[in-house]
T-cell receptor
């Protein structure tokens, strides 16, 4: 059973389009995250939700909007896609917000043409 | 103050060698220091982690050395194997928000 799953694995789209990435975890964790990994492999946190509440919101353009329908799901919607949004997006989850292990999904490679 | 600096950017060792990856941080509020391993096309996975109240932690062939006064920590891989070839990330956490280093691409030659 996959612990943290993401769909789709690959996403190729045109500039200006709107797209969503879905994430689900079956670990029973309370906290979920979105990270962005750029072309140089640098990983940066974007958002974190704890029990459906937003707790971390880094300096991310308003075009990015996370939504957590329940504590097992955290989706990422991106409006008006730009070339610079091309990256690999990782979802992660953990038991608590502090020092528990974060389990990462397999990633979604987004390519904006 | 929120940065974690990691070096080297890439590392090539022979099988059996001991690669060492170093990280430095500035913010003394960081209270958790994990290392993640990432294989191509996969998500990062926790390898080993340390808290600032200990100076060393070993798990199998992986050891973290932690120097609180210098605000530095490092990962040592004993008896490295070709299967250890991956990208390694150090991270530091103030209250659950992982701040990652820039990553080290390790290649272990047979």
């Amino acid at each position: 059973d996959t612990a943290v799953s993401q769909t789709p694995k690959y996403l190729v789209t045109q500039m200006g389009n709107d797209k969503s990435i879905k994430c689900e975890q079956n670990l029973g964790h309370d906290t979920m995250y979105w990270y962005k990994q750029d072309s140089k492999k640098f990983l940066k946190i974007m958002f974190s939700y704890n029990n459906k509440e937003l707790i971390i919101n880094e300096t991310v353009p308003n075009r990015f909007s996370p939504k957590s329908p329940d504590k097992a799901h955290l989706n990422l919607h991106i409006n008006s896609l730009e070339l610079g949004d091309s990256a690999v997006y990782f979802c992660a989850s953990s038991r608590m917000t502090s020092t528990d292990t974060q389990y990462f999904g397999p990633g979604t490679r987004l390519t904006v043409l | 103050q929120q940065q974690v600096k990691q070096s080297p950017q890439s590392l090539i060792v022979q099988k059996g060698g001991i690669p060492i990856i170093n990280c430095a941080y500035e913010n003394t509020a960081f209270d958790y220091f994990p290392w993640y391993q990432q294989f191509p096309g996969k998500g990062p996975a926790l390898l080993i982690a340390i808290r600032p109240d200990v100076s060393e932690k070993k798990e199998g062939r992986f050891t973290i050395s932690f120097n609180k006064s210098a605000k530095q920590f490092s990962l040592h891989i004993m008896d490295s194997q070709p299967g250890d070839s991956a990208t390694y990330f150090c991270a530091a956490s103030p209250s659950g928000k992982l701040i990652f280093g820039q990553g080290t691409e390790l290649s272990v030659k047979p």
